[in-house]
């Protein structure tokens, strides 16, 4: 079956504090991976893909394919990163699975 | 603002009812995808169009159909409403016909069914 794990509901964290939300994948193909996030008041808006490779505002997530896994991580968080997060799976057949979704909340 | 927009915003109505959400995808976007977010289960898909033809179908119930018109604009129709059935639906549109470009979501219609 395809799915999408966020353990985590809520996720609070200090300000300057690293911060990982975890996301593992359920899928038998090869997966694209995608964080998406959820500012207060704003509409939900992609934050990162895997096969981007890229740190966007000091997130990184890397696919390890062995643990089926795609946390996002950041060293220091800041007050600004407090939004909700999803985790999502590309699965082909035009369709997008997402997660449960984790806020973070990030404490001064 | 060229970006998906979704009306309306809030909707309360009873049960038994039937309501229809409207979206209007990205400028350039073919494909349309609905979602519906509930407290606790995240967002689940229920369809998407591309250049008005159904392409997937996810957990949607008999009594939720849509359609994606010519102009691209796609509507969904909630029927015989249920209180189960209040929940944040959002509307999200990409370029091409898979989603592995991004999804652009609109700021979705807030369901109440009483």
């Known amino acids: 079956a395809q799915r999408v794990t966020q353990p985590e509901k809520l996720l609070s964290v200090f300000k300057g504090a690293p911060v990982e939300l975890k996301c593992n994948y359920s899928?038998?193909?090869?997966?694209?991976l995608f964080w998406y996030v959820q500012y207060s008041r704003q509409r939900l808006q992609l934050l990162l893909r895997h096969i981007s490779r890229e740190s966007i505002k000091g997130f990184t997530a890397d696919l390890n394919k062995g643990e089926t896994s795609f946390h996002l991580k950041k060293p220091f968080a800041q007050e600004e990163d407090s939004a909700m997060y999803y985790c999502a799976l590309y699965t082909g057949g035009f369709k997008t699975i997402f997660g449960a979704g984790t806020r973070l909340f990030v404490k001064a | 603002d060229s970006g998906v927009t979704q009306t309306p915003k809030h909707l309360i109505t009873a049960t038994g009812q039937r309501v229809t959400l409207r979206c209007s995808p990205r400028s350039g976007d073919l494909s349309v995808y609905w979602y519906q977010q509930s407290l606790d289960q995240g967002l689940q898909f229920l369809i998407q169009y591309y250049n008005g033809e159904e392409r997937a179908k996810g957990n949607i119930l008999e009594r939720f159909s849509a359609q994606q018109f010519p102009d691209l604009h796609s509507e969904l129709n909630l029927s015989s409403l249920e209180l189960g059935d209040s929940a944040l639906y959002f509307c999200?549109?990409?370029?091409?016909?898979?989603?592995?470009?991004?999804?652009?979501f609109g700021n979705g219609t807030r369901l109440t069914v009483t």
């Open positions: 999200a549109s990409s370029v091409s016909v898979t989603d592995e470009s991004p999804l652009h």
């Open positions: 899928y038998s193909g090869s997966p694209e």
